[in-house]
């Protein structure tokens, strides 16, 4: 049960993230039409990067769980053929 606490929480950070990617590309978009400074764009890259970021670590991770039940899957099919 902890476990899922835990996960919950991962999610929300992910949530967070995107939240936040979105709500600088929907200023990005309002200084556009208002011709406005380059920072908003500085901005927006400093967001995506972070988000790029967490995409990967939430990537590797999912690798990590693959491979882990793929070597469990295997342990089982031993002690089950043996």
């Not at 049960?1 to 929480?9: D, G, N, Y």
């Not at 991962?10 to 709500?23: L, R, T």
């Not at 200023?27 to 995506?48: A, C």
Request: glycine fraction near 2%; include cysteine.
């Amino acid at each position: 049960m902890h476990s899922k606490r835990i996960a919950c929480e991962g999610e929300a950070s992910e949530n967070n993230e995107f939240q936040k990617v979105d709500a600088v590309l929907c200023t990005l978009i309002d200084h556009k039409t208002r011709k406005s400074s380059n920072m908003s764009t500085i901005k927006v890259q400093i967001e995506l990067q972070k988000l790029e970021s967490t995409i990967q670590d939430l990537e590797d991770g999912v690798e990590f769980l693959l491979r882990l039940l793929i070597k469990t899957r295997v342990s089982i099919l031993n002690i089950l053929s043996h």
